[in-house]
């Protein structure tokens, strides 16, 4: 059973390779991004004596602190952004391919159940994808934190201080790893649903997903005035009950950097036992386990010639 | 002799089509069955019954097993290769050999490997990479590895070449069949089998009209070709078809004796094809 699984997660990393090219591409776009801003302010050659000064002198632990976490926080916020469209595509090609290209009845011919075979495509989507994000995110932190403490080094300013000293490095992997690993959890239901719509549909994967999610909200203003599907499956992305607070904008104002540097801990604004005790999170996985039950049985059941 | 599949009033209709419709038969150990049937016949979707890939009315056990409810069971002792085009084309040959192994316990990557090395299979090559008939040849490997009681072939030759095809079958007696060994196939090219068959079933309808040993052929039926008066005396002797050829009649009999039919005409045991056809026009009567 195990050892089934693990041949069959493997099987998935070698038939999308989106799964790892994805964060590469992602962790070369923020490099070069970096790259670039840094040899643009090497031009100002003036002003970047002035800022290096100010951040070594008179700029606190906590603003430097803040100062990098912010650079942290955007670059793992765009993984989740391309994580998430990735598991999207992931999950509507990887039951809807095998049949097009027929291959399922080959797959079909070993020993292995529809519902190993569906399973391995969920723990993809919600464990090995999310985990796979993590990796890139830590890798593209390194990185780019040894291009900055060289450039930084080279224009004259102390790296150990400004940029080793001054970021909580397991601090923000941590709160990254929770986060994403969270976010596939919270968002299962509709993993979910995208297996079941790759198992079930005929054609046109992408539009059968989504035409329900649009029409649905939209019928149910027409008719009864109501927002309730809206509400509950439209807006889950932004109720996750992961965050003490939502107000991110307050997170990075000047004032909260001097309460002191343990207000810029990442961890210390999310709350896991308030994610792991909500109703909301338990009612998603259990939506999830009945399209996950449905794309089983389709997958068993319908006659694929 | 030990049964490999049991079918006892077997049915699977779709709305108020019977695509199998009240079937009995069955498959010993040890043999090589071809199921020949026309398009539409119930062929696959008897075949699919067997593997367990569709639920069907009426008694089937296939070694021991329900096909449908204990799939995984039955799947370590039975291979099939449902038609030609099937091993995924992302995939590499290596990769099909790892992924096989670690699922499929009675799989030697040896001798997968072995049969590989003689043919122009690269093992780094992926699977959309290769020819057709590459690709069937690999897959032959692979199945020939795995140590399985039941093998069952869907037209596992369609689109190939003569050669591939003469190849196929001949990797397939020699390096493949033994007594414990028992193979299902089902193909339209049948004069191409009818040499390795040990056994035969005609279906048309989802109804089987004929099972029987090849052996037991040549007692059952003969194929005379005469004309003029001896013609019309055979006819008297019911023939179940009779056609034209170079301007004689070629009629076919039934559990009628040689001796019977001697001196009527030039006398032989009938062509797999011919019996078919003559059956199923027969049935359609």
Same mark, same amino acid.
């Given at each position: 059973m195990i050892g089934n699984q693990l041949a069959l997660i493997k099987r998935e990393l070698w038939e999308h390779r989106s799964i790892y090219v994805t964060p590469l591409a992602v962790a070369s776009i923020v490099t070069l991004s970096v790259l670039a801003m840094l040899v643009f302010a090497s031009g100002f050659a003036k002003e970047l004596d002035l800022a290096i000064f100010g951040a070594s002198n008179i700029a606190g632990e906590g603003e430097r602190r803040a100062a990098l976490t912010a650079f942290f926080v955007g670059t793992s916020w765009l993984f989740l952004v391309a994580l998430a469209i990735l598991t999207v595509f992931y999950c509507l090609d990887c039951l809807y391919g095998e049949r097009k290209d027929k291959s399922i009845l080959f797959w079909r011919s070993?020993?292995?159940t529809d519902a190993e075979t569906v399973i391995s495509k969920l723990i993809t989507a919600i464990v090995i994808i999310p985990i796979v994000a993590v990796i890139g995110i830590v890798a593209t932190h390194i990185v780019n934190l040894i291009i900055t403490s060289l450039w930084v080094s080279m224009k004259g300013g102390d790296a150990g201080l400004l940029i080793w000293g001054s970021v909580p490095i397991f601090d923000n992997w941590m709160a990254a790893f929770i986060v994403v690993l969270a976010s596939g959890i919270w968002m299962s239901p509709f993993i979910a649903w995208f297996l079941f719509v790759s198992a079930w549909t005929k054609r046109a994967p992408l539009l059968m997903a989504f035409m329900p999610l649009i029409l649905i909200p939209l019928l149910e203003w027409i008719f009864? !005035?109501?927002r309730f599907f809206a509400t509950a499956v439209l807006d889950r992305g932004d109720a &996750?009950?992961?965050? !003490?607070?939502? @107000?991110f904008e307050s997170f990075f104002?000047?004032? !909260?950097?001097?309460?002191? &540097? @343990?207000? &810029?801990?990442l961890l210390g604004h999310l709350d896991v036992v308030q994610f792991l005790t909500s109703p909301s999170m338990w009612g998603g996985l259990l939506v999830c386990a009945l399209f996950v039950t449905a794309a089983i049985y389709v997958r068993r059941y319908r006659d694929e010639s | 002799m030990t049964s490999v599949v049991d079918a006892r009033g077997v049915s699977k209709h779709f709305g108020a089509v019977r695509a199998v419709d009240d079937v009995s038969f069955q498959i010993e150990q040890g043999k090589i069955l071809g199921l020949i049937g026309p398009n539409g016949a119930g062929k696959t979707t008897l075949l699919k019954a067997v593997l367990g890939l569709t639920d069907c009315k009426g008694e089937l056990s296939v070694l021991g097993l329900d096909p449908f409810r204990q799939r995984k069971e039955l799947l370590k002792n039975i291979c099939f290769i449902a038609d030609v085009a099937v091993l995924p084309r992302w995939i590499k040959v290596t990769q099909l050999l790892e992924f096989v192994e670690s699922v499929h %316990?009675?799989?030697?990557r040896k001798r997968a490997e072995g049969f590989l090395s003689q043919t122009k299979v690269r093992s780094d090559a992926k699977v959309r990479e290769l020819s057709k008939g590459m690709v069937v040849q690999l897959h032959l490997s692979i199945i020939m590895a795995i140590d399985a009681k039941l093998l069952v072939l869907d037209? %596992?030759?369609?689109?190939?070449?003569i050669i591939f095809r003469k190849e196929f079958y001949s990797n397939l007696l020699n390096d493949y069949f033994d007594e414990k060994r028992t193979i299902l196939i089902t193909t339209h090219q049948v004069e191409e089998i009818e040499n390795l068959l040990t056994d035969i079933m005609f279906i048309n309808d989802g109804k089987i009209l004929l099972d029987s040993p090849m052996e037991s052929l040549a007692e059952s039926y003969v194929e005379l070709r005469t004309s003029g008066e001896d013609a019309v005396k055979a006819r008297g002797l019911g023939p179940i078809a009779e056609h034209e050829m170079f301007g004689k009649a070629v009629l076919l009999f039934e559990g009628v004796s040689r001796e019977n039919l001697e001196g009527l005409g030039e006398l032989r045991t009938p062509s797999v094809a011919d019996l078919f056809v003559a059956k199923v026009k027969g049935a359609r009567k």
């Amino acid at each position: 059973m195990i050892g089934n699984q693990l041949a069959l997660i493997k099987r998935e990393l070698w038939e999308h390779r989106s799964i790892y090219v994805t964060p590469l591409a992602v962790a070369s776009i923020v490099t070069l991004s970096v790259l670039a801003m840094l040899v643009f302010a090497s031009g100002f050659a003036k002003e970047l004596d002035l800022a290096i000064f100010g951040a070594s002198n008179i700029a606190g632990e906590g603003e430097r602190r803040a100062a990098l976490t912010a650079f942290f926080v955007g670059t793992s916020w765009l993984f989740l952004v391309a994580l998430a469209i990735l598991t999207v595509f992931y999950c509507l090609d990887c039951l809807y391919g095998e049949r097009k290209d027929k291959s399922i009845l080959f797959w079909r011919s070993l020993p292995i159940t529809d519902a190993e075979t569906v399973i391995s495509k969920l723990i993809t989507a919600i464990v090995i994808i999310p985990i796979v994000a993590v990796i890139g995110i830590v890798a593209t932190h390194i990185v780019n934190l040894i291009i900055t403490s060289l450039w930084v080094s080279m224009k004259g300013g102390d790296a150990g201080l400004l940029i080793w000293g001054s970021v909580p490095i397991f601090d923000n992997w941590m709160a990254a790893f929770i986060v994403v690993l969270a976010s596939g959890i919270w968002m299962s239901p509709f993993i979910a649903w995208f297996l079941f719509v790759s198992a079930w549909t005929k054609r046109a994967p992408l539009l059968m997903a989504f035409m329900p999610l649009i029409l649905i909200p939209l019928l149910e203003w027409i008719f009864l !005035r109501t927002r309730f599907f809206a509400t509950a499956v439209l807006d889950r992305g932004d109720a &996750i009950p992961l965050f !003490r607070t939502l @107000d991110f904008e307050s997170f990075f104002e000047e004032e !909260r950097w001097r309460h002191g &540097i @343990d207000s &810029i801990s990442l961890l210390g604004h999310l709350d896991v036992v308030q994610f792991l005790t909500s109703p909301s999170m338990w009612g998603g996985l259990l939506v999830c386990a009945l399209f996950v039950t449905a794309a089983i049985y389709v997958r068993r059941y319908r006659d694929e010639s | 002799m030990t049964s490999v599949v049991d079918a006892r009033g077997v049915s699977k209709h779709f709305g108020a089509v019977r695509a199998v419709d009240d079937v009995s038969f069955q498959i010993e150990q040890g043999k090589i069955l071809g199921l020949i049937g026309p398009n539409g016949a119930g062929k696959t979707t008897l075949l699919k019954a067997v593997l367990g890939l569709t639920d069907c009315k009426g008694e089937l056990s296939v070694l021991g097993l329900d096909p449908f409810r204990q799939r995984k069971e039955l799947l370590k002792n039975i291979c099939f290769i449902a038609d030609v085009a099937v091993l995924p084309r992302w995939i590499k040959v290596t990769q099909l050999l790892e992924f096989v192994e670690s699922v499929h %316990p009675n799989f030697s990557r040896k001798r997968a490997e072995g049969f590989l090395s003689q043919t122009k299979v690269r093992s780094d090559a992926k699977v959309r990479e290769l020819s057709k008939g590459m690709v069937v040849q690999l897959h032959l490997s692979i199945i020939m590895a795995i140590d399985a009681k039941l093998l069952v072939l869907d037209e %596992p030759t369609l689109g190939l070449d003569i050669i591939f095809r003469k190849e196929f079958y001949s990797n397939l007696l020699n390096d493949y069949f033994d007594e414990k060994r028992t193979i299902l196939i089902t193909t339209h090219q049948v004069e191409e089998i009818e040499n390795l068959l040990t056994d035969i079933m005609f279906i048309n309808d989802g109804k089987i009209l004929l099972d029987s040993p090849m052996e037991s052929l040549a007692e059952s039926y003969v194929e005379l070709r005469t004309s003029g008066e001896d013609a019309v005396k055979a006819r008297g002797l019911g023939p179940i078809a009779e056609h034209e050829m170079f301007g004689k009649a070629v009629l076919l009999f039934e559990g009628v004796s040689r001796e019977n039919l001697e001196g009527l005409g030039e006398l032989r045991t009938p062509s797999v094809a011919d019996l078919f056809v003559a059956k199923v026009k027969g049935a359609r009567k």
